[in-house]
């Protein structure tokens, strides 16, 4: 498990091992629990891995994120390096939510990523609050796990949640999740705002 206290060490080394296999410069786009605890809104003691939602190109000020279907060789020993260094599962960080992409992201996303530099060979992207709103709520709507306290732990506004349910409804527009969505907020207090869903 990676507790947030180790990120930047853990990051740092990973930009250390990069260096030493030859690689070349990496720029990531960081969702999931991780982006959390660099925001500061961690509440989970620890998380399990690294979600890395695509590559992050910089271009004239603004981030492109392109999917991945494999990291490239070196930047996988580099990983594997860093799970030996820290007894990390040798998947700590991994292309998970990468078909989030085929499915779409909040607008504006990539105009709100805070980008985070490790040396001279890494560059991380981590969602931004607004984001993990609408991810988070997606991943929680149909579970009753880690996913509905990371939600909540953002302290989402009425206004906030209405947003992102709103976008979550464009992810899956079967009646059926529709409903699961309806459910989940009215059980968590949030049913009033289903009028302007």
Not at 19 to 41: D, H, N, Q
Not at 163 to 186: H, I, K, Y
Request: hydrophobic share 45%; charged share 30%.
């Amino acid at each position: 498990m990676i507790i947030p206290e180790q990120m930047d060490e853990i990051f740092s080394a990973l930009e250390r091992h990069i260096r030493e296999e030859g690689g070349s410069k990496v720029s990531l786009v960081i969702i999931g629990g991780t982006a959390l605890a660099v925001l500061g809104r961690f509440v989970r003691q620890a998380t399990k891995d690294v979600d890395v939602l695509g590559e992050a190109v910089e271009q004239q000020d603004i981030v492109e994120i392109r999917k991945l279907s494999q990291f490239p060789p070196f930047l996988e020993r580099a990983i594997r390096k860093v799970a030996r260094d820290f007894n990390l599962p040798e998947n700590w960080m991994n292309l998970g939510p990468a078909s989030q992409l085929d499915l779409g992201l909040p607008k504006g996303f990539h105009k709100r990523l805070i980008r985070k530099v490790y040396g001279s060979h890494l560059t991380l992207y981590f969602a931004d609050r607004e984001d993990l709103v609408c991810l988070k709520l997606f991943a929680a709507v149909d579970r009753d796990d880690y996913h509905v306290q990371d939600l909540f732990a953002l302290e989402p506004t009425k206004e906030e949640l209405l947003r992102a349910a709103r976008w979550v409804l464009t992810q899956d527009v079967s009646p059926g999740f529709r409903s699961l969505l309806e459910n989940f907020l009215r059980r968590h207090g949030y049913g009033d705002i289903l009028e302007n869903l």
